[in-house]
């Protein structure tokens, strides 16, 4: 596993090149990629730009967010699947095989089983495309219970849900976003964690959760950075995916305002502090 740093959730709106100057020194190992940024520098320099722009870093390539728009209408969804094949070529180029994207909890148009299909259908050409590429689809569960409430339909928010949708898929390459915070939210627990095959773990996010607010009763997007409060047991929790052999970029994700409000070097050196400490807690070096 390495420690890997998204930008956007703690309120760093950079170039890249100034992202990956900022991500070692905080203390991270690698950088997600921006895979629109990611393209459009290779059209202006070349594919080994971008490569040596981490090179240059001594940084590894994160994962990346799935570019479709596979929520939306059909046309939507049409002309962002046409262009994924290409940006699924330069995520392979560059090392980068983890793409991620999230399932929303519910729906007010669908009832469950309309809605799984639905899903099914539109994932099946998405994960086929990444797979013509080397790339695996990771899917995140939303647990939180505020997240359903007020909705007509409730849709999958638990990890096991999620690797049925997944198998439903059928295309052999989609396995979980999993997310400390939704595991929490969900009711997940250790055993669910070890259970887990390595497969089908394709990108982690850690983050942790404000004390005193009863689990149902926690909101998506209040969050706090890993270690914090402790009520996500993050140790246990890394320590559990480095048993079953994952290797691949854990992402903190705190949607911290104060963060947030942070000057940029403050911000990546105030998350990668904090997911440091975790992270020696749980023996990980």
């Known amino acids: 596993m390495f420690r890997s740093l998204n930008p956007g959730p703690i309120g760093i709106r950079l170039p890249m090149r100034e992202v990956l100057r900022l991500a070692g020194p905080a203390g991270f190992e690698g950088v997600d990629l921006n ?129 049925e949708l997944g198998e439903a898929i059928g295309t052999g390459n989609v396995g ?34 404000p004390a005193g607010v009863p689990v149902d009763e926690q909101i998506d997007n209040v969050r706090c950075l890993p270690g914090e409060t402790g009520v996500v047991d993050l140790v246990i929790f890394l320590k559990t995916l480095k048993r079953i052999g994952y290797d691949g970029p854990v992402t903190p994700e705190p949607f911290s305002q104060k963060v947030r409000q942070m000057p940029p070097e403050e911000a990546a050196r105030t998350t990668g502090e904090a997911l440091t400490r975790v992270w020696r807690a749980a023996g990980l070096g």
């Open 35 to 163: 895979i629109r940024e990611a393209a459009r520098l290779a059209q202006e320099e070349s594919i080994g730009h971008v490569a040596g722009l981490f090179r240059e870093a001594g940084l590894r390539v994160g994962s990346w967010a799935l570019p479709v728009n596979w929520r939306g209408d059909e046309a939507t969804y049409r002309e962002g699947l046409e262009g994924l094949p290409r940006l699924a070529a330069l995520g392979q180029r560059l090392g980068s095989l983890r793409v991620c994207t999230f399932v929303p909890p519910a729906s007010d148009e669908r009832p469950f089983e309309e809605n799984f299909r639905w899903h099914v259908d539109r994932l099946r050409p998405i994960a086929e495309a990444l797979k013509d590429h080397g790339c695996r689809l990771g899917l995140e569960f939303i647990g939180p219970k505020t997240s359903r409430l007020g909705r007509r339909h409730e849709f999958i928010y638990t990890m096991g849900g999620m690797l």
């Open 176 to 209: 979980l976003l999993l997310d400390s915070w939704h595991w929490y939210t969900s009711h997940g627990t250790v055993e669910d964690l070890g259970r887990l095959r390595v497969e089908q773990v394709v990108c982690v996010h850690v983050n942790d959760a």
